[in-house]
């Protein structure tokens, strides 16, 4: 993923880059004055509306988008931890002592599974793989060693639940919107900019404040749309959700 992960340099960057291109937009148009001064900036004004409301649309819709992901990453830990606890409280049903080895095991794979989630979980661990199979081959042994089809019923789709919602998180992490939307978005905001600048030509003199709203608008839409869609980089963070998982792990006596 091209986009840069430090939310906040990103935004200098692009911060520093709009306020060139206003800059550049304003002295084109001073020039294109000083060489006609009968120059009528009404079609530039509907231009620029045309491209601001494209951008306002982009903007919308990648807020959207955004919010949308973040909310089922939120709603993903939660069910994790839902299914891994119902797990644990169906180990009940298994005697000793593949009771004790089990839960060993859950403890262990809880352990890593926060490990993982505060690091990255962007991609499978192979110390979760293998804790997860060994799960499963102790509560199919379990299952075996019942007899009556307990275990069986309630303990293995449990334990097949929290690894389904497992992989699931795997894709929610990396799933994001198109680098090319971000591009495209990108592209309007400067050409929004530069025609922003452009039609401020008519005045002798620069209206910072008309800058400064301007700018500062657009990089906190971006800036907070970043934060939601990558939300262990920044402001908007998922990590208090990982305490659901934390608070979990504290009960497995």
């Not at 799960?135 to 019923?153: F, K, P």
């Not at 994001?176 to 939307?181: E, G, I, K, M, N």
Request: hydrophobic residues 55%; proline residues 2%.
């Amino acid at each position: 993923m091209w986009i840069i992960v430090d939310h906040g340099m990103l935004i200098v960057v692009l911060f520093a880059a709009m306020v060139g291109l206003l800059e550049l937009g304003r002295w084109l148009g001073v020039r294109r004055l000083r060489t006609d001064p009968t120059w009528d900036s009404r079609g530039v004004a509907a231009m620029e509306s045309t491209v601001l409301a494209l951008l306002g649309l982009l903007l919308a819709f990648s807020f959207s988008g955004a919010w949308s992901r973040f909310d089922a990453r939120r709603e993903l830990i939660l069910r994790e931890s839902n299914a891994i606890g119902t797990a644990w409280l169906r180990l009940d049903l298994v005697v000793s002592p593949q009771r004790e080895k089990l839960q060993e095991s859950f403890r262990r794979y809880t352990d890593l599974r926060i490990a993982q989630t505060r690091v990255s979980a962007a991609q499978p661990d192979a110390a979760v793989t293998a804790a997860q199979q060994a799960i499963w081959n102790e509560a199919i042994l379990a299952a075996r060693s019942a007899g009556d089809g307990r275990v069986a019923q309630t303990l293995l789709p449990a334990v097949n639940d929290m690894f389904d919602l497992a992989t699931a998180r795997y894709v929610a992490v990396q799933t994001h919107a198109p680098d090319l939307v971000f591009g495209m978005l990108l592209v309007i905001l400067f050409l929004a900019s530069m025609l922003a600048g452009y039609g401020m030509a008519g005045s002798k003199r620069r209206h910072w404040l008309h800058f400064a709203c301007f700018v500062l608008s657009l990089m906190m839409a971006i800036y907070v749309t970043l934060d939601l869609e990558y939300p262990r980089h920044g402001f908007i963070r998922a990590d208090v959700f990982d305490q659901l998982l934390v608070d979990l792990r504290a009960s497995m006596k």
